[in-house]
């Protein structure tokens, strides 16, 4: 058995398909979800990453990757997931798949927003720079 996987952004479906696992870090902790899982609502941690793993190819999946047991890795900022009927509901305010990540640009962007932000904590950094933080660690853990 599988779990029916959504990861979705306001600009539309970022990736759909079938998983055997979904991990996702949310504000009370990682979270592994398997079929038979009980329904559940969290909040996403800003600037984590989301991995589907164990894909199916052949059954609707979009977005460029998900052959036979492979793994999608996301990037999202804020956003929540929803659980329920073995049905996964990731909607985050941006996501990008790891594959589609372009390391240097996103750097350029890192160091520019840090530069204008002064030194802070980590738990006070803007939404945007761990957003992309969350993009370097996909796109460092494609290769």
Do not use: C, N
């Not at 504000?27 to 996403?44: A, K, N, R, S, Y």
């Amino acid at each position: 058995m599988t779990l029916r996987v959504e990861l979705v952004a306001p600009d539309g479906e970022i990736w759909s398909g079938r998983a055997r696992m979904v991990i996702a870090k949310t504000l009370e902790g990682d979270l592994g979800l398997l079929t038979g899982h009980e329904p559940v609502l969290g909040i996403l941690a800003e600037g984590s990453l989301v991995r589907i793993i164990d894909t199916e190819a052949g059954d609707g999946a979009s977005g460029g990757e998900g052959s036979a047991g492979g793994e999608v890795l996301a990037a999202v900022s804020s956003g929540f997931l929803a659980v329920a009927d073995d049905r996964v509901s990731i909607l985050s305010r941006q996501a990008q798949l790891a594959a589609s990540v372009d390391a240097g640009a996103v750097q350029a962007e890192l160091d520019a927003a840090l530069e204008g932000a002064g030194p802070v904590a980590a738990e006070e950094e803007p939404t945007e720079v761990k957003y992309a933080r969350a993009l370097l660690r996909a796109a460092g853990e494609r290769s």
